[in-house]
């Protein structure tokens, strides 16, 4: 047989196998997988603008830094309440536009509107009733976050449920968390920080809110777009003859449901911690005061993208072979393994060595560790939402209810009311090295217990996650082999309902 003739009989017998699984599971065009996760631009972006809300809260309004973060973390906590509500709801929820598309026209209304109105006036109302303004807008902006959150992880679900390509879509989506977060430091780091000096600066904040209002516009039309065939009440189930879940129901859908436990545990300390490590404060003392360079944190972004975008499609190729579960443990490991050595790095040599322009032993083992062990990071991110739409999956293939909305907002729930612990856990650390009135900035003056607090909050918060992470991972059964089994079974029954369906009509 020539080359040519194995070929075409290889190209032949893809066709047939692509045919196979399209008659046993919905799949996504090209198109759709590209353009839908545009919209995690829009998520991130406003998810980054209020990253930096407690320097305009402390610094700009004139709230103390304890407080300033008791009042974020309360806010989480109320949103995290009614997440679950949220979800219910959207799982009701039957129209013309689907559920998708209407919840993120509204989320980006709430958030764009509470934003603006926070970063442009808060400062600027009666001392008197600046907290309970800030708290007011706080909120609003939440409610819309938690409404985008939970509709784009409803999107993931329906757009396809082929255990090969779920891992494709979640590294599509973490591409984009990738290149929005490198731009958006490099912004920050030289545009922003370059015109404005420092975050004590209104003007940067009033800039950088107008950007995130207009990205996020943006993003979302291109997630509108992406959704919108597969936004309809056929596709919301394995069939239309799922059961309808109840509100009485929340419980024991967690309660009988260890997959889901497990992956709860794993993502909500996986969450909380790199939502520590990353914070833009952690951020500023290990490249503003440790290293001394604030903006080499932005090249370091830059640099790391492309490594970055390899590593992770590596990983999700892995993850399509093997199974979602497997590749998140390999990437597990990996990231205990590079941030440890990171650690040691930075304990035995001098931080202050690492320079772009002084490429010696320092610099090239920071980038080498630091880049590898970013992009395994992104690749257990990456792997998260292929992991709850399976377990929507599970769900239904065990209780006949298909659930995503709720399912995604008792996960969320969990998530902030763990995650939300972040800013005031930061706060308090710091409190206890002497930050009370103001947190640290690129001018405080390097210290021991600086040094100390910054590792723990940048790489020991980390580890401890991970280890919690593979431990959880045990317990959780959710491996390709199950999947398929559980895909073919719900095939199955779906035909036969609706044969039955078919038979009763005529």
């Known amino acids: 047989m020539s080359q040519a003739e194995k070929r075409k009989l290889t190209k032949e017998q893809k066709a047939v196998q692509k045919a196979e699984r399209e008659k046993i599971y919905r799949r996504a065009k090209v198109w759709q997988m590209g353009i839908y996760p545009i919209g995690g631009f829009g998520h991130n972006a406003f998810m980054a603008l209020m990253m930096f809300v407690s320097y ?4 700009i309004v004139g709230l103390g830094t304890v407080i300033a973060s008791i009042v974020i973390t309360g806010s989480r906590i109320m949103d995290a309440v009614t997440d679950p509500i949220v979800g219910l709801i959207l799982d009701k929820t039957k129209g013309r536009f689907g559920k998708v598309r209407p919840a993120l026209v509204v989320a980006y209304i709430l958030m764009a509107s509470s934003t603006l109105l926070m970063f442009f006036t808060n400062h600027l109302v009666p001392h008197g009733i600046k907290l309970i303004y800030f708290i007011g807008l706080y909120i609003v902006y939440i409610l819309g976050y938690a409404l985008s959150q939970i509709a784009l992880n409803i999107g993931n679900t329906i757009l396809t449920n082929d255990p090969e390509q779920r891992p494709l879509l979640g590294g599509l989506l973490t591409i984009c968390t990738v290149v929005f977060f490198t731009l958006q430091s490099i912004y920050l780091s030289y545009y922003l920080i370059g015109k404005y000096g420092d975050f004590s600066n209104v003007g940067l904040f009033h ?5 995130t209002v207009i990205l996020a516009g943006i993003a979302y039309i291109f997630a509108i777009i992406g959704i919108a065939a ?8 394995a069939s239309h003859h799922s059961e309808a879940i109840k509100l009485k129901d929340l419980w024991p859908l967690l309660k009988n449901n260890r997959p889901f436990q497990m992956f709860i545990v794993s993502a909500a300390v996986d969450k909380l911690s790199m939502q520590i490590a990353g914070n833009v404060i952690v951020g500023v003392m290990l490249f503003g005061i440790i290293i001394g360079n604030y903006p080499l944190g932005g090249t370091v972004s830059a640099i790391a993208l492309i490594p970055n975008i390899i590593v992770l499609l590596f990983g999700i190729r892995y993850a399509m072979k093997f199974g979602s579960k497997k590749g998140f443990v390999i990437a597990t490991w990996a990231c205990i393994i590079s941030y440890s050595l ?3 790095l930075l304990w ?5 060595q690492i320079r772009m322009d002084n490429m010696g032993f320092m610099t090239i083992s920071f980038l080498f560790l630091y880049l590898i062990g970013g992009a395994v990071r992104y690749v257990c991110s990456g792997l998260m939402m292929p992991m709850l739409a399976d377990i929507v999956d599970y769900n239904m293939h065990k209780t006949n209810r298909f659930a995503p909305g709720v399912i995604s907002s008792v996960y969320a729930f969990i998530d902030k009311a763990v995650s939300s612990l972040q800013q005031t856990f930061i706060g308090l650390m710091l409190a206890l090295i002497g930050f009370k009135a103001a947190f640290p900035d690129i001018n405080t003056p390097y210290s021991d217990k600086i040094f100390w607090m910054t590792m723990f909050l940048a790489i020991g918060v980390m580890v401890i996650a991970w280890i919690i992470s593979l431990i959880a991972m045990k317990f959780y059964e959710l491996d390709k082999e199950r999947m398929a089994e559980s895909g073919r079974t719900r095939s199955a029954a779906t035909s036969g309902l609706d044969k039955i369906a078919d038979g009763r009509r005529r």
């Open 56 to 59: 305009y809260a402390t610094g």
């Open 207 to 211: 800039e950088m809110t107008i950007f």
């Open 230 to 237: 597969k936004d309809r009440d056929e596709n919301f189930g």
């Open 342 to 344: 990171l650690f040691l």
């Open 348 to 352: 035995l040599g001098d931080p202050k």
